[in-house]
Nanobody, 127 residues
Framework: QVQLVESGGGLVQAGDSLRLTCAASGRAFNMYAMGWFRQAPGKERECVSAISRNAGNTYYTNSVKGRFTISRDNAKNTVYLQMNSLKPEDTAVYYC????????????????????WGRGTQVTVSS
């Protein structure tokens, strides 16, 4: 079992950057594929980015490609989401999610694929 705690959210202006951090407690973090999801008011939750266990396979939703970068440090039990050139439409609560998998290379895009979730961190981008 793993527990996830997100941090790094805040209120920024359009064009600014933030780095979200998801710290995982528990054992064998390197056995988990990880994902970042977001949910804006009145909208469905969407997968923003995902990363495989070995970090070799990543995914980005089209709206963040070229602006966001996901990474992980298995030695620190941490996954990051670097968000650059933020836009007002990036405003949402951002959630970290984990799924244990025997595959080192699979990443997962659906919320139902994940077993563990953090409580979220608010990102607000003003225009």
């Amino acid at each position: 079992q793993v527990q996830l705690v997100e941090s790094g959210g805040g209120l920024v202006q359009a064009g600014d950057s933030l780095r979200l951090t998801c710290a995982a407690s528990g054992r064998a973090f390197n056995m988990y594929a990880m994902g970042w999801f977001r949910q804006a008011p009145g909208k469905e939750r969407e997968c923003v980015s995902a990363i495989s266990r070995n970090a070799g396979n990543t995914y980005y939703t089209n709206s963040v490609k070229g602006r966001f970068t996901i990474s992980r440090d298995n030695a620190k039990n941490t996954v990051y989401l670097q968000m650059n050139s933020l836009k007002p439409e990036d405003t949402a609560v951002y959630y970290c999610a984990a799924r244990a998998t025997p595959s080192e290379t699979n990443r997962f895009l659906r919320g139902n694929d994940y077993n563990y979730w953090g409580r979220g961190t608010q990102v607000t981008v003003s225009s």
